[in-house]
């Protein structure tokens, strides 16, 4: 009906209306496909559902990648459920110029399938059914209404944005970015756990997240940074015992230990490896948009930052090697 050559509905519409050449033929239209690949014809049931809410979705972020394009989504028209799922799609994956919105077409032209847009000559649609009058599609209303929505893209890790991935994974994705943190520190496993979510960190890392691990459950102070231009002693010594408490001396990584004992300034090593630790777990999609680390201006000479975890105590745990 929109794309034939009689009716033809969609090029009656160029012409009628003067406006230019847009490409537009079978080949821009998607068909959802089910699990299996197949041509979804309905959805009708929970596996229907899936497979449209993964196709939409995966169908969006296809379209997002090319930063040169601008999505207008409407999500009027099909089942309920795929307007949700479109409406969805764009707060996963909508960028600061796509556009969502709805079209509301004025009575009795919504409920009459021979009306295709307002013309701008009178264009009489003949009754077909008991009870039915004759329309003049030239004073039909079509109102197009624009819907803001919430963007959630930027919260989502580069391994949701980068692949295909479900409709279920994007959304779980862009709720623990949206969560409250539980921090586990696994050390017979050598791993973090945050929000049940696992990632192993380099050596120096898991020692530099168990030494405010351990400041965060005892309520402590931020930890002052160490110096960066010259060695500072006091902050080793400190940091060594705090260390011992969190973790027992021979657990203490190595290249953490090394560093504590010798006379090199560690400012620059401290806070380097704390904002590559941050990197890893954002990336991974495990550090929600809250943040881990709190850095805070201590007021003293200097202007001296103090680090500590962005948690309390209680969502704080230390499994210790039995």
Not at 193 to 205: F, G, Y
Not at 239 to 251: E, K
Request: aromatic share 6%.
């Amino acid at each position: 009906m929109l794309l034939s050559k009689n009716p033809g509905w969609f090029h009656e519409l160029r012409r009628d209306w003067n406006l230019p050449a847009i490409e537009f033929s079978e080949a821009h239209i998607e068909v959802l496909r089910d699990s299996e690949g197949r041509l979804l014809n309905d959805i009708r049931d929970d596996a229907d559902n899936q497979s449209a809410a993964d196709g939409i979705a995966n169908f969006m972020r296809r379209l997002t990648e090319d930063p040169d394009t601008e999505i207008h989504a409407s999500i009027a028209g099909g089942r309920k459920t795929m307007g949700f799922f479109m409406g969805y799609a764009m707060s996963l994956w909508g960028r600061p110029q796509d556009r969502l919105s709805h079209v509301l077409v004025s009575s009795p032209f919504e409920s009459r399938s021979e009306f295709f847009y307002p013309t701008p000559r009178p264009h009489v649609i003949p009754a077909h059914d008991p009870g039915q009058d004759p329309l003049d599609a030239n004073t039909a209303k079509v109102w197009l209404g624009d819907i803001p929505f919430v963007r959630l893209r930027a919260l989502l890790p580069p391994s949701i944005k980068d692949r295909h991935s479900s409709f279920a994974q994007a959304v779980a994705a862009a709720n623990r970015a949206l969560a409250d943190i539980e921090l586990e520190i696994d050390l017979a496993q050598s791993c973090v756990r945050i929000n049940h979510q696992t990632v192993r960190l380099p050596p120096m890392q898991m020692g530099l997240l168990c030494l405010l691990a351990w400041r965060c459950q005892q309520s402590l102070p931020p930890l002052r940074a160490p110096f960066k231009e010259v060695d500072d002693p006091e902050w080793k010594r400190h940091a060594l015992r705090d260390l011992r408490h969190a973790m027992g001396d021979l657990r203490i990584p190595d290249s953490l230990h090394r560093r504590l004992h010798g006379t090199q300034a560690m400012g620059e090593t401290f806070s380097e490896q704390l904002s590559k630790m941050e990197k890893t777990l954002r990336q991974s999609g495990a550090l929600p948009l809250s943040g881990l680390i709190a850095r805070e201006n201590l007021g003293t000479r200097g202007r001296q930052q103090g680090y500590r975890l962005n948690l309390q105590a209680h969502q704080v745990r230390v499994i210790q090697p039995t």
